[in-house]
């Protein structure tokens, strides 16, 4: 099946750095990733959807300042947490969809923030 | 999308059938069901999806009612590690471009 990783898997940052995740789809083409953000206890919350060579589209109440997302290629989107605050704390997952014609979702492994 | 109902929680024993229901009674027509799971601390995994047939692969099966409102996702022989959240989502076909969105699911707890 097809195969999304992320990287880090986990980063502990304090606050008021930037942190960068990439999102890779390693035996496909993703014209299309997906960005979302887990709490505990929680359900996934999208955040931002990722289109290859254009500007992401983010969800209502999600800043795009902050949360910046860049897709420079069919296999890779980071997503960049700048000037981070604990709240930011979470778990991150991003998602692709295989553009060669089937339609479900892949995810990644997700990575874990933690601001201190 | 049609908004879809799943029990808060479920149990099951291990080696037993799990079945897991999902209502969608505002489904249409060309609306897809699809099933995830997410197991703690890991992304979502793509399980099984259907339209009004009935599925099966190598994970589990997926039962469509005929009028299409409901659905049940049996997991045959359920192992300590089918314990997992899991979602039920309902998607047009032309959405394939889109997010999946995400509600609160069913954690099934699988017990020796």
């Known amino acids: 099946g097809a195969v999304v990783s992320q990287h880090p898997s986990w980063v502990i940052c304090k606050s008021g750095t930037s942190v960068k995740i990439e999102c890779r789809s390693l035996?496909?083409?993703?014209?299309?990733m997906f960005w979302y953000r887990q709490f505990p206890k929680q359900s996934l919350m999208l955040m931002a959807t990722?289109?290859?060579?254009?500007?992401?589209?983010?969800e209502q109440g999600v800043e795009k300042d902050k949360f910046l997302i860049n897709h420079a290629s069919l296999t890779l989107s980071t997503l960049t947490v700048t000037s981070a605050h604990p709240e930011d704390s979470s778990f991150y997952i991003c998602?692709?969809?295989?553009?060669?014609?089937?339609?479900?979702?892949?995810f990644g492994p997700g990575t874990r923030l933690t601001v201190t | 999308d049609a908004k879809t109902t799943q029990p808060t929680s479920m149990d099951c024993a291990e080696g037993r059938a799990a079945n897991l229901p999902c209502n969608h009674s505002?489904?249409?027509?060309?609306?897809?069901v699809y099933w995830y799971r997410q197991i703690h601390s890991q992304g979502p995994q793509y399980i099984i999806h259907?339209?009004?047939n009935n599925e099966t692969n190598e994970m589990a099966s997926l039962i469509i009612t005929e009028d299409r409102k409901s659905s049940t996702l049996i997991l045959p022989h359920a192992t300590l590690r089918d314990t997992a959240v899991y979602y039920c989502?309902?998607?047009?076909?032309?959405?394939?471009?889109?997010?999946?969105?995400f509600g609160k699911g069913t954690t099934l707890s699988v017990s020796s």
């Open positions: 998602s692709a969809r295989d553009t060669g014609g089937r339609y479900e979702q892949y």
């Open positions: 035996d496909f083409q993703a014209t299309t």
């Open positions: 990722s289109n290859e060579g254009s500007k992401a589209t983010y």
């Open positions: 505002t489904i249409s027509g060309n609306e897809y």
């Open positions: 259907g339209l009004k």
């Open positions: 989502i309902v998607r047009r076909s032309n959405q394939a471009g889109t997010a999946l969105i």
